[in-house]
């Protein structure tokens, strides 16, 4: 059967914010500043004020913001960046793109986030930084995974593709580690319409590595100090962010309330566990369908049967992906993720989804279970 409403309603939100948005692409296609320009540094100063960081620097992808932030770290061949295998590849393949070794760390089952007691056997002489997953829209335990890289002088980035807006212990996510990066992929908590992202940090000289190393290298106009690359976000983008933040606060406020109706109406699930010290965006809505006598997979024909959109998050660890044979890793080398790939699903979720959509959703899911 068709799905009967989309996975993730972006549609919607931009019918919201219709006149703003367009106004606002309107402004910079008049001015012909499609890159660099006043957008952008709007954009970064707004985001750098959001997060409370002293620097933002937007970026052409959330993927190139992890390639910026292990450069400007000096991660070189050889190193090894401790990370999560249950994630998108994103981190783990711009640790391994630039010829250093992912190692990967089991995940916690409740969080799904790396397992903090097991981080340190993982550190070696080779280990230059700890790269976390803040997954499915909440931070990791930052505290403890700081203070295992502060014994080591090991710098950690925080992937937070999908926690931004988020918070831990009254900060932002982003501004809880050495460098935070963040993704503005159109479905993310905070999108853009199309790829993007964002590297912040405090720190003066990591901020000026960035700056050089997005554009070219470039200190100025046809001086180039490093060898960089083109990783800058365009003005459009910029200006769509605009406008999107303004209205941010409110989106989270929605998300939070559409995931308590999940969370109070669902039966015999696993649900998302939040710990009190942090919120989540819900970057998805993913559970585990634990108790039905239905696999995975029939649970997902069903509800496709029904007319709900499903999606998997993440379906295949990565340390069995193809790409990552060369590491030498064996299922059953982290048995906590791959246990929860095989049991994990993502329900339709946004901030513009409708109780409506949300009760079809759970009247489908519910009779699952029984």
């Keep these: 059967m068709r799905e009967t409403f989309p996975f993730v309603n972006l549609k919607a939100q931009y019918l919201a914010y219709q006149s703003e948005l367009d106004a606002k692409i309107s402004k910079v296609l008049s001015s012909s500043a499609f890159i660099m320009g006043e957008e952008v540094r709007l954009c970064e100063q707004s985001?750098?004020?959001?997060?409370?960081?002293?620097?933002?620097?937007?970026?052409?992808?959330?993927?190139?913001?992890?390639?910026?932030?292990?450069?400007?770290?000096?991660?070189?061949?050889?190193?090894?960046?401790?990370?999560?295998?249950?994630?998108?590849?994103?981190?783990?393949?711009?640790?391994?793109?630039?010829?250093?070794?992912?190692?990967?760390?089991?995940?916690?089952?409740?969080?799904?986030?790396i397992d903090v007691h097991k981080i340190e056997s993982a550190i070696t002489p080779k280990?230059?930084?700890?790269?976390?997953?803040?997954?499915?829209?909440?931070?990791?335990?930052?505290?403890?995974?700081?203070?295992?890289?502060?014994?080591?002088?090991?710098?950690v980035i925080e992937d937070a593709a999908?926690?931004?807006?988020?918070?831990?212990?009254?900060?932002?996510?982003?501004?809880?580690?050495?460098?935070?990066?963040?993704?503005?992929?159109?479905?993310?908590?905070?999108?853009?319409?199309?790829?993007?992202?964002?590297?912040?940090?405090?720190?003066?000289?990591?901020?000026?590595?960035?700056?050089?190393?997005?554009?070219?290298?470039?200190?100025?106009?046809?001086?180039?100090?490093?060898?960089?690359?083109?990783a800058r976000l365009d003005s459009l983008q910029c200006a769509i962010l605009n406008v999107k933040?303004?209205?941010f606060a409110e989106e989270i406020r929605l998300r939070e309330e559409k995931a308590r109706f999940y969370n109070e109406n669902l039966q015999g699930v696993i649900l998302p566990y939040i710990p009190k010290d942090r919120s989540s965006v819900y970057a998805q809505y993913s559970i585990r369908a634990c108790n039905s006598s239905h696999s995975r997979q029939k649970i997902i024909e069903s509800l496709h049967q029904k007319g709900v959109p499903i999606a998997v998050h993440y379906p295949l660890p990565l340390h069995l992906q193809e790409c990552f044979a060369f590491l030498g890793y064996k299922k059953?080398?982290?048995p906590v993720s791959e246990r929860v790939a095989e049991e994990i699903f993502s329900l339709p979720f946004s901030a513009f989804i409708t109780q409506e959509e949300q009760i079809k959703v759970i009247e489908s899911l519910n009779a699952l279970m029984i």
């Excluded at 930052?142 to 890289?149: F, L, Y």
């Design 332 to 334: 059953g080398d982290f």
């Design 127 to 155: 280990t230059k930084a700890i790269l976390p997953v803040s997954l499915f829209g909440m931070p990791c335990d930052m505290d403890s995974i700081n203070s295992i890289a502060s014994c080591y002088a090991l710098p």
């Design 245 to 247: 933040l303004q209205h």
């Design 162 to 230: 999908q926690s931004f807006g988020a918070t831990y212990k009254q900060k932002r996510s982003c501004h809880l580690s050495t460098i935070g990066v963040t993704s503005f992929f159109p479905s993310k908590p905070l999108g853009c319409y199309g790829d993007g992202g964002a590297v912040f940090c405090d720190d003066e000289e990591i901020d000026h590595q960035i700056t050089l190393l997005r554009h070219h290298g470039q200190s100025e106009r046809y001086t180039h100090q490093i060898i960089g690359m083109n």
């Design 47 to 113: 985001l750098a004020v959001f997060s409370g960081t002293r620097y933002a620097k937007t970026t052409s992808s959330g993927t190139t913001a992890l390639l910026l932030a292990l450069l400007a770290l000096g991660i070189k061949p050889n190193d090894e960046v401790i990370t999560s295998p249950f994630s998108f590849i994103a981190a783990a393949e711009m640790i391994a793109f630039i010829g250093a070794k992912p190692v990967f760390v089991d995940i916690d089952e409740r969080t799904y986030h």
